[in-house]
């Protein structure tokens, strides 16, 4: 019965989105204002026929449905019931029901905030491709990838539930949703670029139309990325965060490619400059999201994310075929049309900042891209299965990763179009004395490692150029303003949101970058076997093995090693990482167990249980500042928050004092 | 000229790119093609696939570590490990080692199992045979 209505739900989609897309077609062509305002109710129909299965979907997970495939094969009935929700997204069919969801949703909201543009054939053209995007995954589920397939044959008592490693941490809520919001997003900004080309409208109109949901797009991919991270450091126990996994990498693709247009936007909006890399940007990155989906969903890559083996692969690589070719294609038709007026003056100004940022970004994704893809073009063409080490991704990240740091410092500070010696020493002169100073306080105290001292002597100039900045444009707030600091500081960043939301995502970067850095270079670690009472000292932490726990239950058995952690003379608790087996599952996993501090991570993993002398291995680990990732990512959110408040400047009335023009000019962007 | 000059810095770069990309490959090789291949292989570095014969796990002769034979395609490797393997380690497990050859056996310094994704119904397998895959 369920699988009867969910099946309809996506038919009914698909059905929408078909509908949709022919009625705003001939709207558009037959110039017919009509067509065009009913075409676009059709997002509304597919926006609740993405609900309405998503809910039944729900509704079979909870009431263990077993006659539907993909109930039967991600959930038991014992199951807890979080994962018993989060299993809606544990497998590919499921993934793409998600991905429709927030697609519809994404479309519903753009629909409805240029409800007063429905005419515009601009906004007509986009929701014809984002509607258009919204079919060909709708028809995914019809065919291919139907999270209603019914059970072969007889209906199991019981399912199998989800893969362990997706029913073992509630992070499991939060990251595929977040990840799949950000790469989701990014078809909007796709849309309105692929409409700008058709319409031969690419001033600077659609960029405006589209920023607040490619920051929305990005915000959440950044936080999608870092609770992934965090996710593997929680759950896969070897003790670090990113090991450049296919599939991590195919989530940081579109990330850096949507990074290099959230910058390179400011130059075409202030200088109508860029405009062929921005429309390329915006293709490149939305192609991208849809690699990420093949990478991930399609079973290519041997990976912790490949939980299924599936036949939508085909399909993907020919809608992102379809996609690069057609992109290309729009492109090259308008030509020379795109041709932007203004050059860059000087290499010493903004807008060139931008132009080395875009470039380095590009050049980051290309590597990652080559590496990535590498394994997967030898094995089909040579037939030969290799892996690309984590030292290439590395050797070629970490260079252009401190460049960005060292562009982040002073690109803000540039001004447009020039720069004179004088301005550039006031507003570097400070900073740079900071990094310098802690270059050498970092070499005294004895650091390690090229590139830590680099990226810490780096993190330390962008953060007093940040600072420098905020504070100046305070200064100027309180001259022209009477107030008190609080109501100034206020105030200072309601006028410009934008300007002050992209310097805290600066500040959340530097602190991942530190963290990146201290966590890569001064880990230790160590292999132990300890018989009970058996006691050994790790960078000053004291671990005794106090004995071994069995805990049984319906969804799984755990083998938990007691371990007493001391630390100087404090006693620090109990930790207890774990290996378990889930029945269905033929392998265990393991479990760490984190003490996570503010200086430094304590990462126990249990390597092999007691064995028959009662000896247990462990591994252990001290991690530096990890706890800084998740905080920088954080810090990144709130900026992007920040960036997306509408800014309200005072109005003229209530200028008291007249305003230092050189400072003013400064903070304004 | 300055175009040609651009062209070339990123040719540069490109070049050097897939220098260092060749130099960090690592190759994955099922038991039965790492051991034709071991004249050719020397001692470089590579990963070798396989399943562990049943009853052949022993403590090594020297020190920590384990000693065993992994399987495939009808050829067996001996392989040497000096760290204690995981707790999923037994007969028949999928393994991947990541070593080297130190003459006939294989000298590994990773040992990964492989993660089963399938669903496996309990079987009741001799304990000499493996069940197939």
């Given at each position: 019965?369920?699988?009867?209505?969910?099946?309809?739900?996506?038919?009914?989609?698909?059905?929408?989105?078909?509908?949709?897309?022919?009625?705003?077609?001939?709207?558009?062509s037959?110039?017919?204002?009509?067509?065009?305002?009913?075409?676009?109710?059709?997002?509304?129909?597919?926006?609740?026929?993405?609900?309405?299965?998503?809910?039944?979907?729900?509704?079979?997970?909870?009431?263990?449905?077993?006659?539907?495939?993909?109930?039967?094969?991600?959930?038991?009935?014992?199951?807890?019931?979080?994962?018993?929700?989060?299993?809606?997204?544990?497998?590919?069919?499921?993934?793409?029901?998600?991905?429709?969801?927030?697609?519809t949703?994404?479309?519903?909201?753009?629909?409805?905030?240029?409800?007063?543009?429905?005419?515009?054939?601009?906004?007509?053209w986009?929701?014809?491709?984002?509607?258009?995007?919204?079919?060909?995954?709708?028809?995914?589920?019809?065919?291919?990838?139907?999270?209603?397939?019914?059970?072969?044959?007889?209906?199991?008592?019981?399912?199998?539930?989800?893969?362990?490693l997706?029913?073992?941490?509630?992070?499991?809520?939060?990251?595929?949703?977040?990840?799949?919001?950000?790469?989701?997003?990014?078809?909007?900004?796709?849309?309105?670029?692929?409409?700008a080309?058709?319409t031969?409208?690419?001033?600077?109109?659609?960029?405006?139309?589209?920023?607040?949901?490619?920051?929305?797009?990005?915000?959440?991919?950044t936080?999608?990325?870092?609770?992934?991270?965090?996710?593997?450091?929680?759950?896969?126990?070897?003790?670090?965060?990113?090991?450049?996994?296919?599939?991590?990498?195919?989530?940081?693709?579109?990330?850096?490619?949507?990074?290099?247009?959230?910058?390179?936007?400011?130059?075409?909006?202030?200088?109508?400059?860029l405009?062929?890399?921005?429309?390329?940007?915006?293709?490149?990155?939305?192609?991208?999201?849809?690699?990420?989906?093949?990478?991930?969903?399609?079973?290519?890559?041997?990976?912790?994310?490949?939980?299924?083996?599936?036949?939508?692969g085909?399909?993907?690589?020919?809608?992102?075929?379809?996609?690069?070719?057609?992109?290309?294609?729009?492109?090259?038709?308008?030509?020379?049309?795109?041709?932007?007026?203004?050059?860059?003056?000087?290499?010493?100004?903004?807008?060139?900042?931008?132009?080395?940022?875009?470039?380095?970004?590009?050049?980051?994704?290309?590597?990652?891209?080559?590496?990535?893809?590498?394994?997967?073009?030898?094995?089909?063409?040579?037939?030969?299965?290799?892996s690309?080490?984590?030292?290439?991704?590395?050797?070629?990240?970490?260079?252009?990763?401190?460049?960005?740091?060292?562009l982040?410092?002073?690109?803000?500070?540039?001004p447009?179009?020039?720069?004179?010696?004088?301005?550039?020493?006031?507003?570097?002169?400070?900073?740079?004395?900071?990094?310098?100073?802690?270059?050498?306080?970092?070499?005294?105290?004895?650091?390690?490692?090229?590139?830590?001292?680099?990226?810490?002597?780096?993190?330390?100039?962008?953060?007093?150029?940040?600072?420098?900045?905020?504070?100046?444009?305070?200064?100027?707030?309180?001259?022209?303003?009477?107030?008190?600091?609080?109501?100034?500081?206020?105030?200072?960043?309601?006028?410009?949101?934008?300007?002050?939301?992209?310097?805290?995502?600066?500040?959340?970067?530097?602190?991942?970058a530190?963290?990146?850095a201290?966590?890569?270079?001064?880990?230790t670690?160590?292999?132990?076997?300890?018989?009970?009472?058996?006691?050994?000292?790790?960078?000053?932490?004291?671990?005794?093995?106090?004995?071994?726990?069995?805990?049984?239950?319906?969804?799984?058995?755990?083998?938990?090693?007691?371990?007493?952690?001391?630390?100087?003379?404090?006693?620090?608790?109990?930790?207890?990482?774990?290996?378990?087996?889930?029945?269905?599952?033929?392998?265990?996993?393991?479990?760490?167990?984190?003490?996570?501090?503010?200086?430094?991570?304590?990462?126990?993993?249990?390597?092999?249980?007691p064995?028959?002398?009662?000896?247990?291995?462990?591994?252990?680990?001290?991690?530096?500042?990890?706890?800084?990732?998740?905080?920088?990512?954080?810090?990144?959110?709130?900026?992007?928050?920040?960036?997306?408040?509408?800014?309200?400047?005072?109005?003229?009335v209530?200028?008291?004092?007249?305003?230092?023009?050189?400072?003013?000019?400064?903070?304004?962007? | 000229?300055?175009?040609?000059?651009?062209?070339?810095?990123?040719?540069?770069?490109?070049?050097?790119?897939?220098?260092?990309?060749?130099?960090?490959?690592?190759?994955?090789?099922?038991?039965?093609?790492?051991?034709?291949?071991?004249?050719?292989?020397?001692?470089?570095?590579?990963?070798?696939?396989g399943?562990?014969?049943?009853?052949?796990?022993?403590?090594?002769?020297?020190?920590?570590?384990?000693?065993?034979?992994?399987?495939?395609?009808?050829?067996?490797?001996?392989?040497?490990?000096?760290?204690?393997?995981?707790?999923?380690?037994?007969?028949?497990?999928?393994?991947?080692?990541?070593?080297?050859?130190?003459?006939?056996?294989?000298?590994?310094?990773?040992?990964?199992?492989?993660?089963?994704?399938?669903?496996?119904?309990?079987?009741?397998?001799?304990?000499?045979?493996?069940?197939?895959?």
């Amino acid at each position: 019965m369920r699988a009867a209505i969910g099946y309809a739900m996506v038919a009914a989609g698909t059905a929408a989105c078909a509908l949709g897309v022919a009625t705003l077609l001939a709207g558009v062509s037959l110039q017919r204002p009509a067509l065009l305002a009913t075409g676009r109710r059709y997002v509304l129909v597919a926006f609740l026929a993405a609900v309405g299965a998503f809910a039944t979907m729900q509704s079979a997970l909870f009431a263990h449905d077993f006659s539907i495939r993909f109930v039967a094969e991600n959930v038991a009935r014992a199951t807890p019931g979080l994962y018993t929700f989060t299993a809606a997204w544990s497998a590919l069919e499921g993934s793409i029901l998600l991905w429709v969801f927030a697609l519809t949703g994404y479309l519903l909201v753009t629909t409805i905030r240029f409800r007063a543009r429905a005419t515009d054939p601009i906004v007509a053209w986009a929701t014809i491709t984002a509607l258009g995007v919204a079919l060909f995954f709708f028809a995914l589920m019809l065919g291919p990838a139907n999270p209603f397939r019914e059970v072969a044959g007889a209906v199991p008592a019981d399912g199998r539930g989800p893969n362990p490693l997706l029913q073992n941490h509630p992070l499991v809520a939060f990251h595929p949703p977040m990840l799949y919001l950000g790469l989701v997003g990014f078809t909007i900004p796709f849309s309105f670029a692929v409409a700008a080309l058709v319409t031969g409208r690419f001033g600077e109109g659609w960029l405006a139309d589209v920023r607040r949901t490619t920051l929305v797009a990005w915000g959440f991919l950044t936080v999608g990325i870092v609770l992934g991270a965090w996710w593997s450091y929680e759950v896969l126990g070897w003790g670090g965060y990113w090991g450049w996994d296919p599939v991590e990498n195919a989530s940081l693709l579109p990330w850096l490619t949507g990074t290099a247009f959230i910058h390179s936007v400011m130059v075409q909006e202030r200088r109508g400059m860029l405009r062929v890399w921005n429309l390329s940007l915006v293709l490149a990155t939305f192609c991208l999201t849809i690699l990420a989906t093949f990478l991930t969903r399609s079973g290519v890559v041997t990976s912790v994310h490949s939980f299924t083996e599936s036949p939508i692969g085909p399909w993907l690589l020919t809608f992102l075929g379809v996609v690069a070719l057609g992109g290309v294609a729009l492109v090259a038709w308008r030509g020379d049309a795109l041709r932007a007026p203004g050059r860059i003056d000087s290499p010493a100004s903004r807008e060139a900042a931008f132009l080395l940022n875009n470039l380095l970004f590009a050049g980051l994704a290309l590597v990652v891209l080559t590496g990535t893809v590498f394994p997967l073009l030898a094995e089909a063409l040579q037939d030969r299965q290799l892996s690309v080490g984590e030292p290439y991704f590395e050797r070629m990240g970490v260079p252009i990763g401190i460049a960005l740091l060292f562009l982040m410092a002073i690109g803000p500070v540039l001004p447009w179009r020039a720069v004179s010696g004088d301005v550039l020493r006031r507003r570097l002169l400070l900073p740079a004395w900071v990094g310098a100073g802690t270059l050498v306080v970092a070499l005294l105290l004895g650091a390690r490692g090229v590139a830590q001292v680099f990226a810490f002597a780096l993190a330390a100039f962008a953060l007093t150029s940040i600072v420098r900045t905020v504070a100046v444009g305070i200064r100027a707030q309180r001259r022209a303003y009477a107030g008190s600091l609080p109501a100034s500081v206020i105030s200072t960043v309601r006028g410009n949101t934008r300007l002050y939301g992209g310097l805290l995502v600066h500040v959340g970067v530097v602190i991942v970058a530190v963290a990146l850095a201290a966590s890569s270079g001064y880990a230790t670690k160590r292999e132990v076997q300890l018989a009970r009472n058996e006691s050994v000292t790790v960078r000053g932490y004291t671990l005794t093995y106090l004995g071994s726990d069995v805990d049984r239950s319906a969804q799984k058995t755990t083998i938990k090693a007691l371990v007493g952690v001391r630390r100087g003379g404090d006693d620090l608790g109990v930790y207890a990482p774990a290996i378990s087996t889930y029945p269905n599952f033929g392998s265990g996993i393991g479990t760490p167990s984190v003490k996570t501090g503010l200086r430094q991570d304590l990462y126990l993993t249990l390597v092999s249980s007691p064995n028959e002398a009662g000896r247990v291995t462990l591994n252990v680990r001290v991690n530096p500042l990890v706890l800084w990732l998740w905080v920088g990512g954080g810090v990144m959110a709130a900026g992007t928050a920040l960036a997306l408040v509408p800014a309200r400047r005072r109005r003229v009335v209530d200028v008291v004092a007249p305003v230092p023009a050189p400072e003013l000019a400064e903070v304004s962007t | 000229m300055r175009w040609a000059l651009v062209a070339l810095v990123c040719a540069g770069v490109v070049a050097w790119m897939l220098v260092v990309l060749q130099r960090n490959v690592v190759y994955l090789k099922p038991v039965s093609k790492a051991v034709a291949e071991r004249e050719d292989q020397g001692d470089r570095r590579f990963r070798m696939g396989g399943s562990v014969v049943p009853g052949t796990i022993a403590a090594a002769t020297d020190g920590d570590g384990v000693e065993f034979e992994l399987t495939e395609g009808g050829e067996v490797a001996q392989v040497v490990y000096d760290g204690a393997p995981p707790d999923l380690f037994e007969d028949c497990a999928p393994v991947v080692v990541d070593g080297h050859w130190g003459g006939a056996v294989y000298v590994a310094d990773r040992l990964l199992i492989r993660h089963g994704n399938e669903y496996e119904p309990p079987t009741n397998a001799s304990t000499t045979e493996c069940p197939r895959e």
